[in-house]
Structure formats: C-alpha cells, structure tokens
C-alpha cells in the first residue's frame, strides 16, 4: 500500500496518475471519435455500429464505470494541483505569460478541464441517461442536432476539447518520463494533429447530419 500512499500524497505520484488517466481518456476519445464517424457511412451504417456496441452489455458498463472512475481521479487530482501551485505561488511572477514554454493551452488548462466536465454531463443526459423510445439511434441524434442552439454549444466544445487534449496529451508524455529532445517535436505535432482530429472530428458530424437529414 505504500506505493498508493505516495501516488495520492507526493506531488510526482499525483501527477503521474494524472498523466495516465489522460491518456485513457485520450484513447476513450480516438475510439469515440472513430465510431462516431461511421455516421458518414449513412444513417443504416450509423444505427448498425451503435446497436452492435450495445450488444456488448456488460462489458459496456463496465467500461463505462472505469472511464467514470477514471474522470472522477483526473480531475479530483488536477483540481488538488492546481490549488497547491496556486498555495505555493500566492504572488504571481513579473513576467510574460508565455514564458517557460507556456502556451495558451496551457494556460486555459484547468478552465478548459472544467468546461469539457460540463459538457460531458450535458451530453450525457442528452444522448445516454434517456427514456428508451423506438426511434433509432440516427434519429435521436438527428433530433438533437436539429435545434442550432446545441449544435452551436456542441461545436464550440469540441474546440475547447482540442485545446485541452492539445496540451493534455503533450503533458502526459512528458509526465511519464517521454521528453527526449529527440522525441518531444514528435509528440508535439502527434498532440498537435491529434486535437484538430477531435475539434474538426466531431466539430463537423452535427454538421454532416443536419444537411443530410
């Protein structure tokens, strides 16, 4: 147990477990991503992915309940780090925002983390915790994104979700020991490549679905 009393006390076990949840929800992200833009093979296409994922079950939940748990120790630890630097610099330094290597997605980092936890929870009323109806998957999504003031809210937090993964997954690779000089441009333009992925990913599917429907 000494090891799980480090990682939760030390600054270094903290943002380690930080680091690897990340990543996990980077990986929840691609898959998502991927099986959300099945849609683009039509709306049949579209239902037969989403009813085949649900034929998993249990396995389903079970998934669902270690993303669930790993959302909950990410931001419980990224929250607990954030207030700690903010205890351990009550003064802010003279000096330009953009020094050290920060970037305007490391800067935004917590509020971003914040706002992506909204979302989450918007879109998961919306979409998952719903009374069952006989109206396929495609429709319901069609339904949703029918009304402009979501698709609105839903693109522009794909946005805000590239920001943070943008960062987020450089972070993660440099936490965990991969910031080589050798490797780091590399991993900066995979972060890089990556939140375009998910902004212009999923930014564009309401996009598709309304014109199409």
Known sequence: MNWLLWTLTSSIGKKLLMALTGLLFCLFVLAHLLGNLSVYGGKDYFTAYAEHLHGFGILV????????????????????????????????????KTAGGRTLSSTIMPYTGLYVL??????????????????????????????????????????????????????????????????????????????LAVGVGFGSIPVYIVSSV
Do not use: C, W
């Not at 669902?64 to 802010?92: Q, Y």
């Open 118 to 195: 909204v979302f989450v929870l918007i879109h998961l009323f919306t979409f998952h915790f719903v009374e069952h109806t006989p109206q396929t998957t495609f429709q319901l999504v069609a339904d949703v994104f029918s009304k402009p003031g979501y698709v609105v809210f839903y693109v522009f937090s794909m946005i805000v979700l590239g920001f943070h993964v943008k960062h987020g997954l450089r972070s993660a690779f440099q936490t965990i020991g991969a910031n080589h000089p050798r490797y780091m441009p590399l991993i900066k333009l995979a972060s890089l490549i990556f939140s």
């Open 61 to 96: 939940n079970v998934a669902e309940m270690g993303l669930l748990i790993s959302a909950v120790l990410h931001i419980s630890l990224g929250a607990i780090l954030f207030f700690e630097n903010l205890r351990s610099r009550p003064t802010r330094y003279v000096m330009k």
